[in-house]
Antibody, heavy 117, light 107 residues
Framework: EVQLVDSGGGLVQPGGSLRLSCAAS????????MSWVRQAPRKGLEWVSL???????YYTDSVKGRFTVSRDTSSNILYLQMNSLRVEDTAVYYCARVRHGAGIDYWGQGTPVTVSS | DIQMTQSPSTLSASVGDRVTITCRASQSVATWLAWYQQKPGKAPKVLIYKASILESGVPSRFSGSGSGTEFTLTISSLQPDDFATYFC?????????FGQGTKLEIK
């Protein structure tokens, strides 16, 4: 069974850092497209990053240079390292599996990040 | 970036009604479009992908159509479980942007 479990969210001050984790089961993250998507409070969905199976990663403009996606293939975990956090990064962050040519088929449960002083 | 615009933002309807939600792209996305349903406090769930393909396990009352820049999601006969927020999303080129959402409310 495919499952994604998000963790690592919390309260952090502006300028701080946080690392989110997405533990995957039922499939190898290294063979799939994986994304992070966020949703600010009472707002819509925003695509943050897309990592291809080969490791190339796209980032949305607002997080370029601050956020980095990585993966541990032995543990089958996807990470989102978030540095220089801003108030506007406050959101629930979801890990998601992307099917090539078919959009997202599985989502994590989300982990909340609050950036506030 | 390709902008996705949904209409209406809010839709009030009754059980048994047929409803349609529209999604427009600022440039062609061919049929690289998905529809998701989201309930409060939960992750979205995919309903339709490639504009018109019903995800496995999704009730057949949901259907999608369109190509290029204009797309629709139709629910043929609303059920109580369908009251939720619906998002379209293109996956033509990165960033894969979402529409702003349509909240479907009970009339």
């Amino acid at each position: 069974e495919v499952q994604l479990v998000d963790s690592g969210g919390g309260l952090v001050q502006p300028g701080g850092s946080l690392r989110l984790s997405c533990a995957a089961s039922g499939f190898p993250v290294s063979d799939n497209y994986m994304s992070w998507v966020r949703q600010a409070p009472r707002k819509g969905l925003e695509w943050v990053s897309l990592m291809f199976g080969g490791g190339n990663t796209y980032y949305t403009d607002s997080v370029k240079g601050r956020f980095t996606v990585s993966r541990d293939t032995s543990s089958n975990i996807l990470y989102l390292q978030m540095n220089s956090l801003r108030v506007e990064d406050t959101a629930v962050y979801y890990c998601a599996r992307v099917r090539h040519g078919a959009g997202i088929d599985y989502w994590g449960q989300g982990t909340p990040v609050t950036v506030s002083s | 970036d390709i902008q996705m615009t949904q209409s209406p933002s809010t839709l009030s309807a009754s059980v048994g009604d047929r409803v349609t939600i529209t999604c427009r792209a600022s440039q062609s996305v061919a049929t690289w479009l998905a529809w998701y349903q989201q309930k409060p406090g939960k992750a979205p769930k995919v309903l339709i992908y490639k504009a018109s393909i019903l995800e496995s396990g999704v009730p057949s009352r949901f259907s999608g159509s369109g190509s290029g820049t204009e797309f629709t999601l139709t629910i043929s006969s609303l059920q109580p479980d369908d009251f939720a927020t619906y998002f379209c999303q293109h996956y033509s080129t990165f960033p894969y942007t979402f529409g702003q959402g349509t909240k479907l409310e009970i009339k």
